[in-house]
């Protein structure tokens, strides 16, 4: 069965940096810091700051976790945080009137990227 992740690059002055989201509404296996640590094992993430897991949906609130290539949950940060608001825009979350145009200026999707796991 195959994974599907979104990946989007955001501009920084001499860096760039690239994060995978992993969305479970479109996809049918369960991710796991242990499925993390595979993929990342398989120099799939190679170059990916984190991995966002989410849209988290509860009730009315969304959430994410943000996951290192290691599998290590650690605290989104506002880079994280605008990378996300991003991806729900972008998938129709939510309204674009939502974002900041400001904010999302060094931030574009980069792709689908496909996985299948062993």
Not at 50 to 74: F, K
Not at 91 to 118: C, H, L, M, W
């Amino acid at each position: 069965m195959e994974m599907i992740f979104k990946k989007y690059h955001k501009s920084e002055q001499h860096r760039e940096r690239n994060y995978l989201i992993y969305d479970p509404s479109h996809n049918h296996v369960q991710f796991t810091s242990d499925l993390c640590k595979a993929i990342s094992h398989r120099n799939f993430v190679q170059n990916c700051e984190n991995i966002l897991v989410g849209p988290i949906i509860n009730g009315q609130d969304m959430s994410m976790m943000v996951l290192t290539a290691d599998g290590m949950e650690v605290s989104s940060d506002p880079d994280t945080d605008r990378i996300f608001r991003t991806y729900l825009k972008d998938q129709g979350y939510f309204s674009p009137d939502r974002i900041d145009k400001n904010q999302e200026e060094d931030i574009q999707a980069f792709g689908t990227v496909y996985y299948f796991p062993a």
